[in-house]
């Protein structure tokens, strides 16, 4: 093979960029947020029965409990991070085109964030919101 | 460079279809169709915000379409979580053996399918 010309030693160029060594903490990442879940899931199947036969105002009361505001607000976070992290592994997977795939995965967090800022605000909103929870509209 | 046209592995078509291998891919499936629940919370608390949103809300769950959705996410949530255990075991080394690896594999389906009939029986008015 021919050396090309430049300042790039030749145990670089044969290594070249190597491992990131970010791999077994998103192995890690991805294992410890679904051991968080279990207990998490576990929860929210047993708060939905109630949920789903609440009216507007019983939901509001529901969310404005500590427990189950800070239940959601963890579950909401966790989920997306774990959700993320599988979706990004798939993406790695099976989209052969590296641009695309560097993309999506960028996107796939961007969603994730922008799904998490906007429960995290809705949550505090409702559950802080004005005390009478049968005005109409706030 | 010389575009390759020889067959690449794997061959999906020919492969056998086995136990292990369509618990596999049902694992990234589920774990995909289970991440569109987070449209379905921001809809919920958005909608909590007045009665009419909330009537609209209510009335999208209660659509026979919605419906077949959210039995299919309580399948996917349970598959998702039990699977998902089997694969934590597997990490800490227990049963990676074939036979326990089967023997698990079995116990996930019928626990999945069994909770999630028991679990839906319980939104049925």
Redesign the interface.
Known sequence: MKQEKTMKSLVSSAKYLGSAHSGLHHWLSQRLSALFLVPLIFWFLWQLPFIVRADQKDSLVWLASPVNMGGLFLLTSVFLYHGSLGLQVILEDYVAHKGLRFLSIIAVQFAAICFWMTSIVMILFLAFGLPSSNVSSY | MQKNHRPISPHIQIYKWQLTSVMSILH?MT??F??S??LV??AW??S?????A?ECFKNI?HHPLTQIYLVGIIFS?FYH?SN??R??LW?MGYGLDLKTTYLSGWLVLSVTLLATIF?VL??IE
């Open positions: 990234r774990g995909v289970l991440c629940l987070v919370l921001v608390l958005v909590l915000r007045n009665p009419e909330f769950v949530l979580l998902g255990i694969h934590l990490d679990y319980l939104f």
